[in-house]
């Protein structure tokens, strides 16, 4: 047997029979894999070890909270007051106040996010503990894991979103990312401003991207979690009616841009997110203000098909009036998640900026408290 033909074994061994890979599919082999890499591979110790954390946080009992838009020069500070994992969205990586310096013309991949994924592991590295000095009892925190760092791909899902997502996810890997989510709209900007970022790329299309940042991810063997997000609740409009998995949503009518008009609902949410399941880790649901009968559903759903699939929840939105919880509510709110399996909890308010905040209460509020839903 070559070489090649040994490495790729020796691989499609360890898919095989890892845990970490069961209920994983890939549309590719092992020989390509070893293929695509080089000569001579890179550590990425960052992201390595960051998704060994969070993968070994998702798999214990009770949830993991992160702080969504944490600033990079607060990103040490809430993770050395207990913050378990950081949450970058995708608005952040253009909003200077968080963000930092940012690149001077156009980023790598027409994406900053990497930018920001490397500013923030920089910031918490930066902070370790010197030799010698006290270390966590589990052996993770400052000076050996470094706090899992999740960020949003806002990848474009439009021409060519196959290679983007390849590239963007390394690009994510390289700057020390312990997961990558990616959804399945087209993002907001550009010509597309006016839309909301709310047109739907097809079900298949998604698939592609998200077996593209897998596919990325092997090629460094790095487990970097890769997870699914779809929009399908909210969103009305779809490019194209390419995907028969997607003809039952169809209305009918078509805008002035081509668009095809779908109807949108948690029904169309959670049926993408079955099609997506066997080619992501975690699969995320969110909602735009706490909704347990929602995150309920949604779980009974996907569990009763992926039984053993991790779940994200995530409220991008402020809470107020009736529905405002106290730390006590917050606390059960998050229990009760937990108990439907949803083990990572989204905190901050992550779909716009929040106000200013001391450097290490976030963290405090996370850990003690739970996501901020109020």
Request: aromatic share 6%; hydrophobic share 40%; charged share 20%.
């Amino acid at each position: 047997m070559s070489a090649i033909g040994e490495q790729a074994a020796q691989l499609q061994r360890e898919w095989e029979t890892n845990p970490r890979w069961a209920g994983i599919t890939r549309d590719y082999s092992a020989r390509d894999v070893i293929g695509l890499r080089g000569g001579v591979a890179g550590d990425h110790s960052v992201a390595r070890r960051g998704a060994g954390r969070l993968w070994d946080l998702l798999r214990r009992p009770g949830a993991t909270p992160s702080l969504g838009a944490v600033a990079c020069d607060r990103a040490a500070g809430a993770a050395g007051a207990g913050l378990p994992a950081i949450y970058l969205p995708g608005w952040q990586a253009g909003d200077g106040s968080l963000a930092g310096a940012g690149y001077r013309g156009q980023p790598p991949h027409g994406n900053p996010m990497p930018h920001l994924v490397r500013r923030i592991n920089n910031a918490l590295l930066s902070a370790d503990p010197p030799t010698g000095a006290e270390r966590p009892d589990d052996g993770f925190g400052p000076g050996r894991h470094p706090t899992p760092v999740v960020a949003d791909a806002d990848a474009d899902a439009g021409s060519g979103a196959v290679l983007g997502a390849f590239e963007l996810m390394t690009a994510m890997i390289e700057a020390g990312a312990a997961g990558v989510r990616f959804d399945d709209q087209l993002p907001p900007g550009g010509a597309r401003a006016d839309l909301g970022g709310k047109v739907l790329v097809p079900t298949g299309q998604h698939i592609e991207t998200l077996t593209a940042a897998r596919l990325a991810a092997d090629v460094l063997g790095v487990p970097s979690l890769i997870i699914a997000r779809s929009g399908a609740h909210a969103a009305s409009l779809l490019t194209s009616d390419i995907d028969e998995r997607d003809h039952e949503f169809l209305i009918g009518e078509r805008t002035a841009e081509g668009f095809h008009r779908v109807e949108p609902g948690w029904y169309a949410c959670v049926t993408r997110q079955l099609a997506f399941a066997p080619y992501a880790d975690v699969l995320w649901l969110e909602t735009p203000a706490p909704d347990l009968a929602v995150a309920r559903a949604f779980a009974c759903i996907i569990h009763s098909q992926y039984p053993d699939k991790l779940l994200a929840y995530c409220c991008p939105e402020p809470v107020t009036g009736r529905t405002r919880r106290d730390g006590a509510s917050i606390a059960e709110f998050q229990l009760e998640l937990a108990a439907m399996g949803y083990q990572f909890h989204s905190a901050i308010p992550a779909g716009r900026p929040g106000p200013p905040e001391p450097t290490s209460e976030p963290g405090r509020l996370a850990r003690d408290r739970g996501p901020v839903y109020a």
